[in-house]
């Protein structure tokens, strides 16, 4: 008969697990912990709150690019990946309570305002990111407002000695997938893809088109600093330049799933 007891030390606030399951199996470690939390905490706790913060703590523990959004915070992502919105213009990645700068979107105000990839901001609106706890989510809020209002940034970047302040307005951000497109020379056309949205494919075939009716013959398709995105927008692009006997792989850490892209029936000129 396993048993799980639970030591409650009040001065310090500690709450210590045992049990044979608990200490054996990791995930039933964690679930005696939440619920010793919930049955004996003085205060009421939010599940989904303690849950957020224990995996968000697991993923720190891999490698950088690795990430955890919550719910509101996949719903926020989503919003920005399926429409427009109003903030500055960046896709950026949360490393060490620091905000690097991963790509900027062309003609938004970031790019007017001389932002580059690779900078790093330590404030908004001179509140200091560090050692505050924010989450994804609470970054987005900061960023994103209405088309018009002002921004603050601080930030650092390699070719500076010191931090810099750069002041911008919030303006619509266009839902946009290809940053550029253009012939390189009468026979290779050249597409950059920054992301993979709601609206690649057709921006895809558009730009496609386009290119064919110049006379391209080839193509150099861009995909520097492109920051990922919807996995069934990723096909959907594939479908583009594979035929039926060709396939593509989806590699997860445990395995990898093997697709076959079958090409839709598609009128060209």
């Known amino acids: 008969m396993n048993t799980t007891t639970c030591y409650l030390a009040l001065a310090l606030g500690l709450l210590t697990i045992s049990g044979v399951n608990a200490q054996v199996n990791p995930k039933e470690k964690f679930a005696s912990a939440l619920r010793a939390i919930e049955a004996n905490y003085v205060d009421p706790t939010d599940d989904e709150q303690l849950t957020d913060a224990a995996i968000r ?73 560090a050692g505050n706890g924010l989450s994804n989510l609470d970054i987005m809020k900061k960023i994103r407002g209405e088309k018009g209002q002002p921004i603050s940034l601080t930030l650092v970047r390699r070719s500076s000695p010191d931090p810099l302040t750069v002041a911008l307005t919030r303006g619509t951000i266009p839902n946009r997938s290809i940053r550029s497109y253009y012939m390189v020379d009468k026979t290779i056309g050249y597409i950059s893809l920054g992301i993979f949205n709601t609206t690649t ?14 006379g391209m013959k080839s193509l150099i398709l861009d995909l520097q600093g492109n920051g990922g995105g919807y996995v069934q927008a990723a096909i959907g692009a594939a479908d583009e330049f594979l035929n039926q006997e060709n396939s593509c ?21």
Not at 205 to 213: G, R, T
């Open 201 to 214: 494919r057709s921006e895809l075939d558009q730009a496609l088109n386009a290119l064919k009716a110049q």
């Open 57 to 129: 703590a697991m993923i720190k523990e891999l490698d950088p690019h690795s990430q955890y959004m919550s719910r509101k915070e996949a719903e926020a992502m989503n919003q920005a990946m399926s429409g427009n919105y109003a903030g500055i213009g960046i896709q950026y990645l949360m490393q060490n309570d620091s905000l690097f700068i991963t790509q900027i979107v062309p003609e938004g105000p970031a790019e007017k305002a001389g932002l580059r990839a690779g900078d790093r901001i330590i404030a908004i609106d001179g509140q200091q990111l």
């Open 249 to 269: 792989s989806i590699v997860c850490p445990v395995m990898a799933v093997k697709i076959t892209i079958i090409p839709e029936v598609r009128g060209s000129s």
